[in-house]
């Protein structure tokens, strides 16, 4: 099983700072399988990116994917007040892992 | 619009069953893979099974084999997830999920989740 691991854990930014968001996995993984959801309290998940670097329908293009093979990286290039919230991603080698998560905080 | 509402969730003994269902609307169900997805009380996201658009193939996480069974009937576009032997670890909100699989794999559309508390 492929692990994903995130960080930071909890990153802590104002509104209008850039935030980078980390996802590394224990072995590589397909660019195809790559996803990154947002999660807000108490709401279902939201796609955010698929295929490592494109936007899901909707996404505002603050929000851009990177990364191949065990790093992949999300960027948030002007936070804004409704981006605070919880990042998870998301890949598919033989079956689905998600990671632990990173907490994005107001300061 | 695209939605899929949870429901059947609830407080159940450990050892006991219970039947949750999704009901898909705005889209054509039969065409897609379907997947549920749990998280519980204060963890991370954890993908528990998929099944393919004919219910011809469905995989589990290895925590609930032979405990749980995905189903769907697309002539109602619901899907279920029959859940047996329930543990405590089981415990948990259960989101129903389109799970887009072609070039990219992906879950797109997620419903609102429905809560499965197992205590005695």
């Known amino acids: 099983e492929i692990v994903l691991t995130q960080s930071p854990g909890t990153l802590s930014l104002s509104p209008g700072e850039r935030a980078t968001l980390s996802c590394r996995a224990s072995q590589s993984v397909s660019s195809s399988y790559l996803a990154w959801y947002q999660q807000k309290p108490g709401q279902a998940p939201r796609l955010l990116i698929y295929?490592?670097?494109s936007r899901a329908t909707g996404i505002p293009d603050r929000f851009s994917g990177s990364g191949s093979g065990t790093d992949f990286t999300l960027t948030i290039s002007r936070l804004e007040p409704e981006d605070f919230a919880v990042y998870y991603c998301?890949?598919?080698?033989?079956?689905?892992?998600f990671g632990q998560g990173t907490r994005l905080e107001i300061k | 619009e695209v939605q899929l509402v949870e429901s059947g969730g609830g407080l159940v003994q450990p050892g006991g069953s219970l039947r949750l269902s999704c009901a898909a609307s705005?889209?054509?169900?039969?065409?897609?893979?379907m997947s549920w997805v749990r998280q519980a009380p204060g963890k991370g996201l954890e993908w528990v099974a998929n099944i393919k658009q004919d219910g011809s193939e469905k995989y589990y996480v290895d925590s609930v084999k032979g405990r749980f069974t995905i189903s769907r009937d697309n002539a109602k576009n619901s899907l279920y997830l029959q859940m047996d032997s329930l543990r405590a670890e089981d415990t948990a909100v259960y989101y129903c999920?389109?799970?887009?699989?072609?070039?990219?794999?992906?879950?797109?559309?997620w419903g609102k989740g429905t809560t499965v508390t197992v205590s005695s």
């Open positions: 999920a389109r799970y887009r699989r072609g070039f990219y794999y992906y879950m797109d559309v």
């Open positions: 295929g490592a670097s």
């Open positions: 705005g889209f054509i169900f039969s065409s897609y893979w």
């Open positions: 998301q890949q598919y080698g033989s079956s689905f892992t």
